[in-house]
């Protein structure tokens, strides 16, 4: 299925789009100033930077989605100007979003042939779409059906599609924007050994990801923005994580350690012998007991399909328990709903920002409001002095970096959008905070300032649990980890533990 045809006159290795001297201007912010950025035949170039570095504005400009405000693009040896993203795509310029933007009432198979379906005299080819599809699942190492509605998969599987949609047009260029913030470490494997079968076959790669260790497994060259400037670039052979992050945040640096010289209080959270269903007979938690007091950052650490996001829906109300109970403050609140869950004082940062974390047609302060609206409004009348309030502080406390509260939530990079989600949920005074997964999809900047955020908050009494497939951050802030396995608590450490440890007792080879 996967094949690239390019022009006769390019071998690998040769320069297929060149990026002079592009500068995107909105309003009073210098997206990108000046960037000369080179993509190359049969090579995996990786794009480094923090969120707001200017990474995915320089892709959709790559890939006709916005136009530069100055500079030029060299196609081929020649310059051209894309007016869409269909004519990029006519170009063989293909991208993959770091949000996933897949339709969910429509099955597999239409999304990923949506807007270019397959034709013959009697309308669209709906067997040979799916043929393709199951095609492009089995080289995927999906089991997928073609026909089944993208709403009901999960986040990683989602992941999936979107790529299996890339990878269907045959592109020469293929930029991928955070490929694998939702993927399994086996996944991830799968999705590795196919750009490597890419570039063999001469197209051309653009990686960008967050993930640096598992970006220098794949990249042939590496390129950092910084602040809308290019700051470095190397081939592989002359760089390692120390060079990634000290052109990225400069000397010294790391995502903190556990918040101490203060005692932690009561338990603030009892989890005991929870069980909750997952798909088929099988019991995503299975058995599950934990405490966590007031003041201690727990990290929740296990591999895809360990059961920790089911662990959080579970506790925060989304999903309904099988058996066990869940008790805040020594008051069960098993039964109650998500909405009295969080007038109790327990709230949740959910993996899918975008879906589940956000309204993207609201701005900045209507997001971070939407949970305490009811503080605000008294005799059904909105007090927007109050909300005014509320807003500024919360942009203040978890140093959103935006215009002001009016702005767009579409305008912020992925990590002020993240950090918009935890100011909204710390906008309801809760006394437990679960995250599943906070750092996906952000850069090592904006995981030190989420982390620093949790570190501040458990200082001041805030029992904090958050999930992370990224045996890195298990050792960052939390006060114990808790590896899960199929289900089950498989180890508890403390914050000595070693990297390898974590990982041995989650099941993973520690050889990877």
Same mark, same amino acid.
């Given at each position: ?96 979003? /770091?949000?996933?933007?897949? =339709?969910?009432? *429509?099955? &597999?198979?239409?999304? #990923?042939? @949506?807007?270019? %379906?397959?034709?013959? +005299? ?36 989602? /992941?999936?599609?979107?790529? =299996?949609?890339? *990878?269907? &047009?045959?592109?020469? #260029?293929? @930029?991928?924007? %955070?490929?694998?913030? +939702? ?330």
């Amino acid at each position: 299925m996967i094949n690239a045809t390019l022009n006769a006159a390019l071998v690998q290795h040769d320069v297929v789009l060149a990026a002079n001297n592009i500068s995107k201007i909105y309003g009073s912010n210098h997206a990108l100033k000046g960037v000369n950025f080179e993509i190359r035949c049969g090579q995996v170039t990786t794009l480094f930077g923090e969120n707001g570095a200017g990474k995915s504005t320089l892709m959709k400009i790559l890939s006709g989605v916005v136009t530069p405000t100055s500079g030029e693009i060299i196609l081929d040896g020649k310059p051209c100007i894309f007016s869409s993203a269909t004519q990029a795509r006519e170009c063989g310029i293909s991208i993959i979003h /770091q949000e996933l933007n897949l =339709a969910p009432n *429509l099955n &597999v198979r239409d999304n #990923i042939f @949506i807007g270019r %379906e397959i034709s013959h +005299a009697s309308g669209v080819d709906f067997a040979e779409e799916e043929r393709i599809t199951r095609e492009l699942m089995l080289e995927l190492e999906e089991d997928i059906d073609p026909l089944i509605p993208a709403e009901v998969l999960r986040l990683g599987q989602q /992941q999936i599609v979107e790529i =299996a949609r890339a *990878l269907s &047009v045959n592109a020469r #260029i293929l @930029i991928m924007d %955070e490929p694998t913030s +939702a993927l399994s470490a086996a996944e991830v494997k799968v999705l590795f050994k196919i750009i490597r079968d890419l570039t063999r076959r001469g197209v051309a790669i653009v990686y960008i990801s967050h993930h640096l260790e598992e970006a220098l497994e794949i990249t042939d060259q590496a390129v950092v923005l910084r602040d809308g400037v290019m700051t470095a670039k190397a081939n592989r052979s002359d760089i390692d994580l120390e060079w990634i992050v000290r052109n990225m945040v400069g000397d010294h640096f790391d995502l903190g350690c556990p918040p101490s010289g203060y005692e932690f209080g009561e338990t603030a959270l009892n989890i005991n012998k929870l069980c909750v269903q997952g798909k088929g007979e099988y019991l995503a938690v299975d058995n599950l007991s934990l405490n966590v007091k007031a003041g201690e950052i727990v990290c929740i650490y296990g591999l895809m399909g360990a059961g920790r996001t089911e662990l959080m829906e579970c506790i925060a109300g989304r999903l309904p328990t099988a058996s066990g109970t869940v008790s805040l403050a020594e008051q069960n609140i098993s039964t109650l709903s998500i909405a009295s869950r969080i007038k109790r004082g327990l709230a949740l940062v959910p993996e899918d920002r975008q879906r589940d974390g956000l309204v993207q047609t609201m701005s900045v302060g209507e997001n971070l409001s939407l949970a305490s609206i009811s503080d605000i409004v008294k005799k059904m009348v909105l007090s927007f002095k109050q909300e005014k309030a509320l807003i500024n502080d919360s942009i203040r406390n978890v140093t959103v970096k935006t215009a002001g509260g009016e702005a767009d939530i579409g305008s912020l990079s992925g990590g002020n959008q993240q950090k918009v989600v935890i100011g909204k949920v710390l906008a309801t005074r809760p006394k437990v905070i679960l995250l599943d997964e906070p750092s996906r999809g952000i850069d090592i900047g904006a995981k030190a300032e989420v982390f620093r955020l949790l570190a501040e908050n458990a200082r001041k009494g805030l029992a904090v649990i958050y999930s992370t497939s990224e045996v890195g951050e298990c050792l960052s802030v939390a006060h114990r980890i808790v590896v899960m396995s199929k289900g089950r608590i498989s180890a508890i450490f403390d914050a000595s533990v070693s990297k390898e440890c974590i990982m041995a007792a989650s099941g993973e080879s520690v050889s990877v």
